[in-house]
T-cell receptor, first 117, second 115 residues
Framework: NAGVMQNPRHLVRRRGQEARLRCSPM?????VYWYRQLPEEGLKFMVY????????ESGMPKERFSAEFPKEGPSILRIQQVVRGDSAAYFC???????????????FGPGTRLTVL | GDSVTQMEGPVTLSEEACLTI???????????LFWYVQYPGEGLQLLLK?????DKGSNKGFEATYRKETTSFHLEKGSVQVSDSAVYFC??????????????FGKGTKLSVKP
């Protein structure tokens, strides 16, 4: 059973370009979480999605960032008009069902390291 | 709001030394507590967890006990190995109310074990 897959592993963009980060959850998992790790920092929650629904986006910046998890295909984290401050590692995690009230583990992918020049 | 504070690193130890990485938390109610480990260039892996007060999580020789009275979840290992070199993150998850899905992480503690 393949783990959580993220691609690309490394992404370089120039200021003003768009970045698209993809996450394929583990087989049988329908819940996806995105986290951002800035240099020398812990992970910060960004957004929690189920298939075709955003459950919690309280950690998403108000502008330029969006996320989706369509019925078919991977979850996408999209950053428009990137700036140098967006440079970070972006991690995706998945779980088999919602964590609300439960104790299911989140399984993390290897991350996408975004560098904005 | 809820938060996790863990000891600053880096921590450098010799092989077979004892390890303690302190972690304290602030949360309303009774969160679940976790330790994750991140090896260089990789994602996070769950190391151990505890879901209620006085629970002890353990894995690969690591242990942590959920202490409600001191709001702590310190990570311990009696004899570290070079292969334990990694960054360790303490995290909590609420079990009630809004934002139950997300984990709240500490800043991480980098451990280096020398032969």
């Amino acid at each position: 059973n393949a783990g959580v897959m993220q691609n690309p592993r490394h992404l370089v963009r120039r200021r003003g370009q768009e970045a698209r980060l993809r996450c394929s959850p583990m087989k049988g998992h329908s819940h996806v979480y995105w986290y951002r790790q800035l240099p020398e920092e812990g992970l910060k929650f960004m957004v929690y999605l189920q298939k075709e629904n955003i459950i919690d986006e309280s950690g998403m910046p108000k502008e330029r960032f969006s996320a989706e998890f369509p019925k078919e295909g991977p979850s996408i984290l999209r950053i428009q008009q990137v700036v140098r401050g967006d440079s970070a590692a972006y991690f995706c995690a998945s779980s088999p069902q919602g964590l609300a009230g439960g104790h299911n583990e989140q399984f993390f992918g290897p991350g996408t390291r975004l560098t904005v020049l | 709001g809820d938060s996790v504070t863990q000891m600053e690193g880096p921590v450098t130890l010799s092989e077979e030394a004892c390890l303690t990485i302190n972690c304290t938390y602030t949360a309303t109610g009774y969160p679940s507590l976790f330790w994750y480990v991140q090896y260089p260039g990789e994602g996070l892996q769950l190391l151990l967890k505890a879901t209620k007060a006085d629970d002890k999580g353990s894995n690969k020789g690591f242990e942590a006990t959920y202490r409600k009275e001191t709001t702590s979840f310190h990570l311990e290992k009696g004899s570290v190995q070079v292969s334990d070199s990694a960054v360790y993150f303490c995290a909590l998850k609420r079990n009630y109310g809004g934002s139950q899905g997300n984990l709240i992480f500490g800043k991480g503690t980098k451990l280096s074990v020398k032969p």
